[in-house]
């Protein structure tokens, strides 16, 4: 009886990352972002930006951009 236990608790702690869902670390397709993020490429005019051709969105990428442009004098502020 012992052993079954032990066993079932090692199976469960094995398997319990793919029971678990985690936030991805790309922007979830038919989000309202993918509008927001296109109209920010086009009206900045920056060629770090265009790269929409990519999808899904890497989160981590767009957030690096979009800090980047914002220290740079306000480009965000124009808009």
């Known amino acids: 009886m012992m052993q079954f236990i032990k066993s079932l ?3 469960f702690i094995f398997l319990s990352p793919l029971l678990i869902n985690a936030q991805s670390t790309f922007i979830p397709m038919g989000m309202k972002d993918y509008g927001l993020i296109e109209r920010l490429e086009i009206k900045t005019k920056h060629p770090d930006l265009f790269f929409s051709h990519i999808k899904p ?3 981590k990428l767009y957030t690096k951009q979009v800090e980047f442009l914002d220290m740079q004098n306000g480009l965000l502020e124009q808009i």
Do not use: P
């Open 9 to 11: 608790c090692s199976a």
């Open 57 to 59: 969105y890497n989160r």
